[in-house]
């Protein structure tokens, strides 16, 4: 018998829907029957392509055993962190506050009331790795919730208060004047954690740090400091080289279970390959180096190819299990490899690293020790792999579309459409915007989080606003189409209406329903919070837009910060990103005429060749952005207008007389 998860959405919800625990999703049903009925509540938060979230779905939430202990002493509701971010990052806080540490599965002990006063990752059926057995758990909190209930509420009050006082302390924090100081004491805290065997930062398990590395590419950019990009291109060519990244399809992991890049966490998340393009897509503009530029073309094509949904959405990821068990869609062994490729399976096998004792549970990860030269030298060799891979059972794809990932993607494809001069991404930029507008925006102008097979649900975060808004921003760099501009616009001016707080945002509206408290994400994750984003958004309307309001209210957020950026530069990538900008000598340029028009080409490629993180470019005739008005060609030419921190130039016809004067 289904239990209440059947009529759900979610791809993960669905996955539960035929457990013997009575799963409710988060609901008012769910709290009522809690309150009724007298009985704390099991929270279970994860998402589809989580492996460690499967196993102990089947371990304990297929047992019938399991099952009814959950449904005698307890309310069970299951949900999906991608669908709802709010919920985990609240109850996520209150797990690593009650134990130090936090992942996914995430089992948290709420009261009715939703206070959390016991919580954990993955338990285990049996007692094991050092943590009680699921059941045990089970028992002692349905004893406890009997015999010390009042020590419990009061724990879960404790819980809240911190909770609050930490999403508030921003606001508590003494205000100063941004300095440059600031970024140099984060450069030297992230160069003495660096890995300088392997590149990155920490040791196993090992994540992609695409925030950072933005942050040292345009701390080089300033300081021409060599150390900055060593570490940058010496970590993306070690996970370029690695298992982490699929040498045959494209595309990244989500990150390396070791120190080496080498064994992966096999499932492929679309934040992860959106915010590594545009920082190997840096790389190459600033080194030339090819590999940078075919992790680019290669990661990209694979989102076309198996990421994008007919109407232009993109999926949100790829499993790493397939016919139940992790990786076994990407490994390989040398007989299968020869089968595949014949007489070329020789040379293939030493540079790929494939060996008769393999590198992964008797199989072969395929990692990369060869030249640039013989990676494309051997492109048919993979190709042919790939085709080869293709006939195994695929590993399952979560096909919802969430706004705020595809704000992501949407920035990569519309920026390497422009660098790389391919069309394809520009029309799929294209295409992906004008989906997320109509289908994700309501005739308000308000956004929804997701999209299930064309419906729409689940009303928009902070970070859907501001990552779509990121987005749209790069979009208008690409096509100088005044519609993206003014799309970027209004969605901040909402986030300003319904988001604000008295320093920073909050990530759900003034009229979201109301939890057990308002949360405010400050830290960058995995993906960069909607905080860091929003004012890194702001900084750019402000220039774009001569909008000092903006810039005055990103300033203000960022002076509350700066200690924490130099002390724990680990956790705040994109807000260092910010900094940079708003200390940054910009440049903006307004190129007015027509910008389709052939004879704007010249300008329009000048004024934006090579890695320029501090200069915008605005290009179009008429009143928006702010940059363009008041401005006209000159004697009919097209026209650029180059203005360096607040000093403008006299406009300019001549391209070369453009480029000299950026240089």
């Known amino acids: 018998m289904p239990n209440q998860l059947a009529k759900e959405s979610s791809r993960y919800l669905q996955q539960h829907a035929a457990n013997p625990v009575d799963w409710y999703p988060w609901s008012d049903a769910a709290f009522e029957k809690a309150r009724r009925e007298d009985k704390p509540i099991f929270l279970s938060i994860g998402y589809s392509a989580c492996h460690w979230c499967h196993v102990m779905a089947h371990e304990s939430f297929e047992d019938e055993a399991t099952a009814a202990l959950l449904n005698a002493h307890f309310v069970s509701i299951k949900v999906d962190r991608e669908e709802r971010p709010d919920l985990d990052r609240i109850y996520m806080s209150a797990v690593q506050a009650l134990t130090g540490q936090g992942g996914w599965p995430m089992s948290v002990f709420l009261t009715p009331e939703g206070a959390p006063f016991y919580g954990g990752t993955y338990f285990p059926k049996t007692a094991r790795y050092g943590m009680p057995a699921f059941t045990q758990v089970l028992h002692a909190i349905a004893e406890a919730w009997r015999e010390s209930r009042e020590q419990l509420l009061q724990g879960g009050q404790q819980v809240v208060a911190a909770l609050r006082e930490q999403a508030e302390s921003i606001a508590t924090a003494a205000a100063g004047a941004l300095s440059a100081t600031t970024l140099e004491q984060a450069y030297q805290a992230l160069h003495r954690s660096f890995d300088a065997t392997h590149g990155g930062w920490g040791n196993a398990p090992k994540f992609p740090q695409p925030m950072l590395l933005e942050f040292l590419l345009r701390y080089h950019h300033t300081t021409d400091d060599p150390e900055a990009l060593r570490m940058v291109t010496y970590t993306l060519e070690s996970m370029a080289r690695g298992g982490i990244y699929d040498q045959l399809d494209g595309g990244f992991h989500r990150y390396a279970v070791d120190a080496t890049w080498l064994t992966p966490h096999f499932e492929k998340m679309l934040y992860d390959n959106a915010l590594l393009v545009p920082v190997y897509l840096h790389a190459w503009q600033v080194t030339g180096e090819p590999l940078f530029r075919a992790i680019v073309e290669e990661t990209l094509d694979y989102v076309l190819r198996e990421m994008t949904a007919p109407e232009g959405g993109f999926y949100a990821t790829q499993d790493a299990d397939s016919e139940g068990e992790e ?29 008769e004792s393999g590198n992964f549970e008797g199989h072969n990860i395929l990692t990369f020790g060869g030249t640039a030269e013989e990676r494309e030298a051997i492109t048919g060799a993979r190709r042919t792999l790939f085709e080869a891979r293709a006939q195994r059972v695929q590993p399952g794809r979560d096909e919802k579309v969430l706004t705020s990932w595809n704000g992501l993607m949407l920035r990569a494809m519309a920026e390497a459409a422009h660098v790389l001069e391919r069309d394809d991404y520009r029309q799929a930029a294209e295409h992906n915007a004008a989906f997320l507008l109509q289908a994700l925006c309501t005739a308000e102008g308000r956004l929804w989080h997701v999209s299930h097979n064309g419906t729409a649900q689940i009303a928009g975060f902070l970070e859907d606003y501001t990552h779509l808004a990121w987005g749209l921003l790069t979009l208008y760099q690409t096509t100088f189409d005044q519609q993206h501009y003014r799309a970027a616009r209004d969605l901040m001016e909402t986030v300003l209406e319904h988001f604000r707080a008295e320093i920073g945002f909050y990530d759900t509206a003034d009229d979201a329903p109301a939890l057990v408290l308002r949360p405010k994400e400050l830290q960058d994750n995995a993906v960069p919070s909607g905080n860091a984003v929003a004012i890194t958004v702001l900084l750019e309307l402000a220039r774009l837009g001569i909008a000092p309001h903006y810039h005055d209210l990103a300033c203000a957020t960022l002076s509350r910060m700066q200690k924490v950026l130099a002390h724990h530069p680990m956790g705040f990538g994109q807000w260092l990103i910010a900094l940079d900008s708003a200390l940054a000598t910009t440049t903006e340029i307004a190129i007015v ?34 940059l363009l008005a008041e401005r006209a060609p000159l004697q009919g030419s097209p026209t650029a207008y180059l203005c360096r921190k607040h000093v403008c130039y006299p406009p300019l016809t001549d391209p070369d007389a453009l480029k000299q004067l950026l240089q």
Do not use: C, M
Not at 335 to 353: H, K, N, Q
Not at 611 to 621: C, D, E, N, S
């Open 593 to 626: 005429g027509d910008p389709q028009a052939a004879n704007i080409q010249a300008l329009r490629s000048i004024a934006q060749t090579g890695y320029a993180p501090h200069r915008l470019t605005a290009v179009g005739l008429g009143q928006e952005p702010a």
């Open 327 to 355: 990786g076994k869609f990407f490994v390989w062994t040398p007989d299968e490899v020869r089968a595949a490729l014949g007489g070329p399976a020789t040379r293939f096998l030493e540079i790929y690293g494939v060996t």
